[in-house]
């Protein structure tokens, strides 16, 4: 089998399974218990904290909480950074579900929700962000790089020009398609960063949150007061542990991950477009005229697994970031996402590229 959906979740690295097991049998014990073994663990649980903090490059374990998911994370940024007579919000319209939903239903509660356009490369437009950032903004969201597209948006750029209008507005970035890919250093410059586990080879149902200061959010889930009374419920130390083992084995291979997606978009056949052109982790792209979902599952006959687009609004008609950026609703239709990981090889693109002409071929009737 070969394996082109790293974007919506990754193979378990044996150093996460083996910590995984055991924490789960071994060494299964509470973290908040009182006795050695259960303030061990804790212990474990905070040099997690430290590799995450050191990456990230900040200087405190204290700013990161660990969550269910990286969804879970997103909702703690946003509605526990809301607050009674919050100024105007904005979203870009790239976000995960798991952002622009919850800015639906902020929006629909009544609170003042904007969304700011992208351009046709994905990423954020720059003039539509400057029109709608005011000095009345209390909290802006925008992803790192986009779970779709691979579009990477310039993050220090769009703090500079957020500390220029409103330097008291909030700053969150759902990180989860950067982090352990790309090399990034938070410089303080960012109030919350969102990630996850499963992107780079560790368990799912494990998310963290970088947050700058604690004292700005207010916990959504409460409970036993667990993660500085932030995210209540017992530690998944299991869980914790198999993302300590993925960060353990984080191997930045941006050149090598750049060369299979350059061998790809060369080497395919026929007329289609690229739909942002960012990370190397992600390569969307379009043929008009040809329904995608077809294109999918024809490449899953031949053992070859990939994607329309995001897991988790795979099931919905349409694709709303495409859309915003301006693409028709043929070369929507006609949208497929290829995603790689430190696994794949130019041997499986190679594969890739040949059977894909095939079917696009076949299906043009050429």
Do not use: W
């Amino acid at each position: 089998m070969i394996y082109f959906d790293n974007a919506s979740t990754t193979k378990l690295c044996e150093t996460s399974l083996k910590y995984i097991n055991d924490y789960s049998t071994n060494n299964f014990f509470n973290a908040s218990s009182i006795y050695r073994q259960g303030a061990e663990n804790k212990k474990e649980i905070d040099v997690c904290k430290k590799i995450i903090a050191n990456i990230l490059g900040i200087d405190f374990k204290d700013n990161i909480i660990f969550t269910g998911s990286a969804t879970e994370s997103n909702n703690i940024a946003i509605q526990g950074s809301v607050k009674k007579n919050f100024g105007k919000l904005l979203f870009s319209e790239g976000e995960h579900p798991s952002v622009y939903n919850t800015a639906l239903n902020l929006k629909n509660k009544g609170y003042d929700v904007e969304f700011v356009k992208l351009n046709k490369d994905g990423e954020v437009d720059i003039d539509d962000y400057k029109i709608k950032l005011t000095k009345d903004t209390s909290f802006i969201s925008v992803m790192h790089i986009n779970n779709e597209t691979g579009a990477i948006n310039n993050l220090d750029n769009l703090v500079d020009m957020k500390n220029r209008i409103c330097p008291n507005a909030i700053f969150h970035s759902d990180g989860v398609q950067a982090f352990g890919k790309i090399k990034y250093v938070l410089n303080k410059v960012i109030d919350l960063y969102s990630i996850s586990a499963h992107k780079i080879y560790g368990p799912k149902g494990i998310g963290a949150l970088y947050i700058k200061n604690r004292n700005k959010i207010n916990p959504i889930i409460f409970g036993g007061g667990q993660e500085y009374n932030l995210r209540s419920g017992t530690e998944n130390v299991p869980s914790i542990m198999g993302f300590k083992g993925a960060l353990e084995e984080i191997i930045y291979k941006y050149d090598d991950i750049k060369k299979i997606k350059d061998y790809i978009i060369t080497n395919l056949n026929g007329d289609f477009k690229i739909n942002g052109n960012g990370s190397p982790y992600i390569l969307s792209i379009s043929f008009k005229g040809i329904n995608g979902e077809t294109i999918v599952h024809m490449l899953e006959e031949k053992d070859i697994l990939i994607s329309r687009g995001s897991a988790c609004s795979g099931s919905k008609i349409g694709n709303r970031v495409l859309t915003s950026m301006g693409l028709s609703n043929d070369y929507v239709k006609g949208s497929i996402r290829l995603s790689f990981s430190k696994n794949n090889t130019i041997d499986e693109a190679k594969l890739v590229v040949e059977k894909l002409n095939e079917i696009v071929s076949r299906l043009k009737g050429i």
